[in-house]
């Protein structure tokens, strides 16, 4: 009777653990040791909710296997005592009640003072979850449109940043492991993250819900810079592109031929909106969602052979461009820094 119920309560403790140790996991395998690579006050905060949740855990797990091994193997007495009644009322309900109400209310608390921390965000970012893609817009303090840019968030050290999550198909999860926890980008909703990065770094963030074939392939990169750089970068990011050179009058064309209808530059006619705004293709820090380094080969690789680098992407490969149109095309790109 009293093992029985014990063992209950173990199971149920054992039961409430594997979020616990999940996000143990989660923030462990990149901070180990400690939080020491930590760089965002949300990862920071996750880190220590997770080991507040873990140690508690630990210590009720100790507990309760003690208690059924004296209950079990204890002098008659003893065992007799802890098949009393209200040690089993005690212990077996009123405990667990008590321990995980009391880790809920923390744990919850700790959550929604991380949504709710610090002052005013400064800089506001939309994240659209595509398919295997992220489509980043820069928005002013109204909500307006600044800039469009895919797979690069650039952010200024210290300040507040609220990302806007957003999909229009599946659901997506936005995580920056380095610098907060993650939240899901589910169809018809905003959901709202704000980060604040306290050292400067470039971030590998990857979406954290299956989402399909390329799953593994959508990551992305955040880089925090200061203010300066920052604002230097949005100002660079707002402008439309500089006109072609005739050197790369060639490449301008073909893309305005079989790309335009899917990718937009701006201060072109190209203006398709279903892939990556290609803009300032050029000052990317990777290309189609951190699959592939930016340089002016692994343009020409993703042109041709972006079904088979990313199979089942939205983007067909151009595999009948002659040698040439390739060049001209990823020289055209790499040039729209
Ligand atoms: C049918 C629509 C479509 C057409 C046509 C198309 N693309 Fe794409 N392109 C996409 C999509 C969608 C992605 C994002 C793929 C991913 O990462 O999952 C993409 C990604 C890219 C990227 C990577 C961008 C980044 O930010 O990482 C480059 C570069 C690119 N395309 C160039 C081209 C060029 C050059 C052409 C014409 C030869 C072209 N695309 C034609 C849909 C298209
Ligand atoms: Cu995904």
Redesign the pocket.
């Known amino acids: 009777m009293l093992t029985r119920g014990m063992a209950a309560n173990l199971s149920y403790v054992l039961a409430s653990a594997p979020p616990v140790a999940g996000s143990a996991r989660a923030s462990s395998s990149v901070a180990a040791p400690a939080t020491a690579g930590l760089a965002g006050e949300g990862a920071s905060a996750v880190a220590d909710i997770a080991q507040v949740l873990f140690v508690g855990a630990a210590a009720i797990f100790v507990m309760v296997a003690a208690l059924v091994a004296l209950a079990m193997f204890g002098p008659a007495p003893l065992r007799r005592r802890l098949a009393s009644p209200a040690l089993i009322v005690g212990a077996g309900i009123a405990f667990p009640v008590i321990a995980l109400t009391a880790l809920l209310v923390y744990v919850l608390g700790a959550g929604s003072s991380l949504a709710r921390a610090g002052a005013a965000a400064t800089v506001r970012i939309e994240v659209t979850g ?4 992220w489509r980043v817009r820069y928005l002013d303090a109204s909500g307006a449109v600044l800039f469009e840019t ?3 968030i650039r952010i200024p050290v210290g300040e507040w940043v609220q990302f806007d999550l957003k999909s229009d198909n599946v659901i997506h999860s936005f995580w920056i492991p380095e610098l907060a926890g993650k939240l899901d980008m589910i169809p018809g909703r905003v959901n709202r993250m704000r980060v604040r990065a306290q050292t400067a770094g470039t971030f590998t963030g990857q979406c954290a819900e299956y989402c399909g074939a ?1 799953h593994a392939n959508m990551k992305f990169n955040v880089a925090a810079i200061t203010t300066d750089a920052f604002q230097a970068w949005q100002a660079a990011q707002a402008r439309p592109a500089m006109p072609a050179g005739p050197s790369l009058r060639r490449g301008e064309q ?2 305005q031929q ?2 335009a ?3 937009t530059v701006r201060g072109t006619p190209a203006s ?1 909106a ?3 705004d ?1 803009t300032h ?1 050029g000052s ?1 820090l ?4 951190g ?1 592939l380094p930016n340089n002016v080969g692994a ?1 020409a690789g ?2 041709a052979g ?1 079904q088979h680098i ?1 199979p089942g ?4 490969s ?1 595999n009948h ?1 002659s040698g040439e149109d390739l060049r001209a ?1 990823a020289s055209y ?1 790499e040039s729209l820094k």
């Open positions: 595509e398919l295997w893609w895919a797979n690069d390329q073909r893309f079989d790309c209808q899917c990718h398709g279903h892939g990556p290609l293709v990317r990777s290309l189609a969602a699959t343009l993703w042109i972006s990313k992407n939205a983007m067909p151009f461009l095309l790109l």
